[in-house]
């Protein structure tokens, strides 16, 4: 990804520096081109999260803001290492204050997360990262009119900058919404995304460049990126196109660092042999339904083997995906009981706007695990997010332990990410029934 | 605690870079995969091992020879190799394995902004040494299989330093002829370093192969590339050379840190050298086995590609990774081609017929 730092800030967490470090955050996004409704809504989310860490997350520690972004997303990061190893304050629901005070009912955190489009926590060793991410606002475009039939052979190539944007419309014209992401609507985003390296494309075309079909990716994490497609441009579509886009995208793909390919939403396009099943989840549609998908996967190095710590309670589950999926590892099982006396159970949340998807990761387990889950399941339920997805990451053993409370509140283990952690990822979804609660 | 910001030092070139991770030690992988025997056929060795006289050697070695430093520049192998070949000793370099002398032309003739050649899908090594050492890649896609002798020439500027080209390529196993070659080196007219990795030459047996190092004389600007690791079975003794115009070795010799070719590899390949009967065994069981496994193939329907070399390219219906791990469940270790940027295919080593059998039963289970 090419994002340009704009300005890093190292400053104590203090209540007198939050103008600040808000007048930063908005004037930063502004720096990037962004209109003053965007831009003030980074500022009033990073104000949040400042406040925060001033008050009650980490007073008087240094922090460090870094505010980057592309002509189309602006990121404040914002890391820090709390005075104590407590994670508690960074749960999306906590409270510095019990009272029931219809003001202080929403958190600072949950605040930050609903004005902006993506918001992240995550940990490494006893550092925290907080990342707000607003994505600048473009204005929809009308479908591009049919694309020509190709005549003559085809071949598939990487997408040329102008091709992008037309790519995308013909895909969002002839595709249902929940098979490609949503800024396909707008082609100056798109543009502005494959400027920065945040979305890829191979297109099939003929002599002439007259599109036979086209195939995406954005990155998904750091060692796998998504897919999404193949989309097809003629009906009927010309032979062999889908094919001649997965085997494009897999070879400019390999040598790169890339684990894997995940397509969660393909078309019927994809050849069926050509990635293999995971399993399934649901994903949100835009009129507030569900839609089961089958996650498709293709790796692209030769598995080198690894190991998996896992809960019990999870161990069939963990056994059976690895057998059927032929992955070699070795099954450490970790029975991961909670430090007694420790209410300290954290977890990190990312909320996605865009997708309309939130997703939690472990930070730290204590012994109020089980009520800390069900607090934040409600308080995502409260947000629109009924399916909310868990992941564990299966290369971490301190993972483990939280699989019997994520099984209590409701969440079911769905599928297996190869290599999507330090190890594969064991990824839970809420199940319906506990969802409409 | 001192305050250090690795990144801040690390070029961008290498932070880019994606480590190279090898495959664990077998007993590891069987135990992973459960099985409880593994047949390697992922990285072309010889399956007949090395020759029955550096067999000897390594049976015989003395104990405390151990502590004592190899010839610095492989003294004696040199001269005798130099023989064998009708070449200068000094127009010789050894390296620990073929590998480390793709390193020793890089540093010795490309600096930040010049360029090499090569092809999209040829053996990685080229490409990876450049990439961290800070050299622009150009890769030519490959045309019907083969080198393309004008996507590569329309390549080269004045900032090219070095062309490669696997002759015969791996994993392809095709060849460019002498006629092919000679065009390509006199259309070059020496604007580059052109080097000829021959790490498969001993296994062809066409007679249009032309071997590099008869055109050295005429041709300055080429290097050859051998190897002891395919046909002499020294893999794991890491030994590989260079040969070239003397001028021009003696100027990558400068970039080359001596000792680097242990005592023990030294002398396995200098009895390696004198066995008369090492190469027609193994050249016999390639293309024994090899007309077996294409047999075998061709009755399951797989498009193969198959030149010269002890290896096989085979296109499965399912992803090629995914192949890998199932014929690891079954006690086949192949190599699959996604990172050779041939999705989709995996590449199989000529082994011994009992491993061969037990490959295409593996891969008919695998495909079920």
């Known amino acids: 990804m090419a994002d340009r730092t704009i300005a890093e800030l190292h400053l104590a967490a203090l209540p007198s520096l939050v103008p600040l470090v808000s007048a930063a955050a908005l004037e930063g996004a502004r720096a990037l081109g962004f209109k003053e409704e965007d831009a003030g809504a980074l500022g009033v989310a990073t104000e949040e999260v400042f406040s925060h860490l001033a008050l009650s997350g980490a007073p008087g520690r240094e922090v460090v803001i870094r505010i980057l972004g592309s002509r189309w997303r602006a990121e404040v990061e914002i890391r820090f290492t709390p005075e104590h190893v407590d994670f508690r304050p960074f749960n999306l629901t906590f409270r510095t204050t019990p009272d029931d005070d219809p003001l202080l009912s929403r958190t600072a955190l949950a605040i930050a997360s609903q004005v902006v489009d993506r918001f992240r926590i995550s940990r490494r060793a006893e550092q925290i990262l907080l990342s707000l991410t607003k994505e600048r606002s473009f204005p929809k475009a009308a479908p591009p009119p049919p694309e020509p039939r190709p005549e003559g052979p085809v071949s598939a190539r990487a997408a040329q900058p102008h091709e992008f944007p037309l790519a995308a419309g013909l895909a969002a014209a002839r595709y249902p919404a929940e098979q490609w992401p949503r800024a396909f609507e707008s082609p100056e985003k798109v543009a502005g995304m494959a400027a920065a390296g945040d979305l890829g494309a191979v297109v099939a075309a003929d002599a002439v460049g007259r599109l036979a079909g086209a195939l995406f990716w954005l990155p998904a994490g750091a060692r796998m990126a998504g897919l999404f497609g193949p989309f097809l441009f003629q009906d009927p579509p010309v032979e062999g196109v889908a094919s001649l886009l997965l085997d494009a995208v897999v070879g400019s793909l390999a040598r790169t660092g890339l684990e894997g390919l995940i397509a969660r939403s393909p078309t019927s396009a994809l050849p069926s042999r050509a990635m293999e099943p995971l399993g399934t989840f649901e994903v949100p549609l835009a009129d507030g339904t569900a839609r089961t998908v089958e996650a498709r996967y293709r790796q692209l190095d030769e598995d080198p083997g690894g190991v998996a710590h896992v809960h019990p309670s999870v161990e069939a589950f963990v056994r059976d995906s690895f057998r059927r999926l032929s992955f070699g590892r070795v099954v450490r099982v970790v029975p991961g009981s909670p430090p007694s006396g420790d209410g300290g159970t954290a977890f990190a949340t990312e909320v996605d706007r865009v997708a309309g998807q939130a997703r939690l990761t472990p930070l730290w387990l204590g012994s109020d695990a089980r009520e800390m889950l069900r607090g934040l399941v409600d308080a995502l339920a409260a947000d629109s997010f009924r399916r909310p997805l868990a992941e564990l990451d299966l290369g971490e053993p301190s993972h483990a332990g939280f699989a019997p409370a994520l099984l209590e509140a409701g969440f079911v283990p769905r599928l297996i990410l190869p290599w999507a952690g330090n190890g594969d990822v064991l990824l839970f979804q809420l199940a319906a029934e506990t969802g409409r609660r | ?368």
């Open chain 2, 1 to 368: 605690m001192t305050s250090f910001v690795l990144d801040a030092i690390v070029p961008e070139f290498v932070r880019q870079f994606k480590a190279y991770v090898p495959s664990r030690p077998d007993p590891e992988l069987m135990a992973l995969y459960g099985v409880s025997r593994l047949h390697r056929l992922n990285n072309n060795e010889n399956p007949l091992g090395p020759p029955a006289a550096a067999q000897e050697v390594l049976r015989r070695f003395p104990p405390p020879l151990g502590a004592v430093y190899p010839s610095g520049d492989s003294f004696y192998l040199r001269r005798r190799l130099g023989e064998r070949l009708g070449v200068d000793p000094d127009q010789i370099l050894f390296g620990n394995g073929a590998n480390e002398t793709i390193g020793l032309v890089l540093k010795a003739f490309c600096r930040e902004g010049d360029n090499i050649v090569t092809a999209d899908r040829t053996f990685a090594v080229y490409e990876w040494t450049a990439r961290f050492s800070g050299v622009e890649v150009r890769l030519v896609p490959l045309r019907d299989g083969r080198f393309d002798v004008e996507g590569m020439l329309a390549r080269i500027d004045e900032r090219t330093k070095v062309v490669f080209v696997c002759n015969p390529n791996n994993p392809t196993g095709t060849y460019w002829d002498r006629a092919t070659l000679l065009d390509f080196l006199a259309r070059v007219d020496g604007r580059t370093i052109v080097v000829l990795d021959e790490a498969y030459a001993e296994f062809v047996e066409s007679p249009d192969y032309p071997e590099g190092i008869s055109l050295l004389p005429e041709h300055p600007n080429l290097v050859v590339f051998r190897t002891f690791s395919k046909m002499w079975g020294l893999a794991g003794l890491r030994i590989g050379y260079l040969i070239g115009e003397r001028n021009l070795v003696d100027t990558v010799r400068r970039t080359c840190i001596v000792y680097s070719v242990n005592i023990v590899a030294q002398e396995a390949a200098l009895a390696a050298l004198d066995d008369p009967e090492h190469v027609p065994a193994t050249r016999a069981l390639v293309r024994g086995e090899k007309a077996y496994l294409l047999s075998e193939l061709g009755a399951m329907s797989l498009p193969t590609a198959s030149g010269e070399g002890n290896f096989v390219m085979v296109e499965l219906p399912i992803s090629d990774t995914l192949a890998y791990r199932k014929l690891m469940r079954e006690g086949v270790m192949i190599r699959a081609m996604t990172d050779f940027r041939f999705p989709g295919w995996i590449r199989v080593s000529i082994g011994c017929h009992d491993a061969m059998e037990d490959f295409v039963a593996a891969l008919r289970r695998t495909l079920e």
